[in-house]
């Protein structure tokens, strides 16, 4: 398995302001995620962090918003930009190992706007 | 991708098995099919997956009928600790590694 770690854990922001959420993995990875999960909903795919390059959004999701980069293979950050109350969620990180074709997901950052 | 199809709750005596369906009748030659759990307030864990063959890994068993459109994870004992929610994802070789959720399976195991 991959031992991931996100970071912050939690944190309660003001809106407008932005927070960078950091995800750290012990070894070299290929593909990286990130996920947003709302309040009592299933997880959303945001976008692939892409090692090199700009990130791969899903549809609803922009860069403006959600700016992601991706410095080497074992790190990564996710900054939600300009909050509001409606992008109170869990952000959560995901890395897929092709070794043995598994995901694994980081505890996430519990974030409430305020 | 093709899409899942799981009952929103199931309840589940302790020590029993515990056996959650899915539909995946759309799915195609090239899509696996995992499944997750999420216990409350921590991210997806994985159980386990397979494209045509059943599985059994020290968490689970997969079992998928032979054309494919629908699969049942076992788990052989259930324990309190099985509390989660479960996920039936099917995941397509062309995107490795991008899940997309369901609703899933809110699991209850009681005593």
């Known amino acids: 398995s991959a031992v991931i770690s996100q970071k912050p854990s939690r944190d309660i922001c003001q809106r407008g302001t932005s927070l960078t959420i950091q995800c750290q993995v012990d070894s070299q990875v290929t593909m990286m995620f990130w996920y947003r999960q709302q309040p009592g909903q299933s997880l959303t795919l945001i976008a692939t962090?892409?090692?090199?390059?700009?990130?791969?959004?899903e549809s609803g999701f922009v860069i403006d918003k959600f700016p992601i980069s991706r410095p080497n293979l074992t790190f990564s950050t996710l900054t939600v930009s300009n909050m509001s109350p409606e992008d109170s969620s869990i952000y959560l990180c995901?890395?897929?190992?092709?070794?043995?074709?598994?995901?694994?997901f980081g505890q996430g950052t519990r974030l409430t706007v305020v | 991708d093709a899409k899942t199809t799981q009952p929103t709750s199931m309840d589940c005596a302790e020590g029993r098995a515990a056996n959650l369906p899915c539909n995946h009748s759309t799915i195609s030659g090239n899509e696996y099919v995992y499944w997750y759990r999420q216990i409350h307030s921590q991210g997806p864990q994985y159980i386990i997956h397979g494209l045509k063959n059943n599985e059994t890994n020290e968490m689970a068993s997969l079992i998928i009928t032979e054309d494919r459109k629908s699969s049942t994870l076992i788990l052989p004992h259930a324990t309190l600790r099985d509390t989660a929610v479960y996920y039936c994802?099917?995941?397509?070789?062309?995107?490795?590694?991008?899940?997309?959720f369901g609703a899933g399976t809110q699991v209850v195991v009681t005593p």
């Open positions: 995901s890395v897929y190992r092709t070794v043995n074709t598994e995901a694994f």
């Open positions: 962090a892409n090692q090199g390059s700009e990130a791969t959004y």
């Open positions: 994802i099917v995941m397509t070789t062309d995107s490795w590694g991008k899940l997309q």
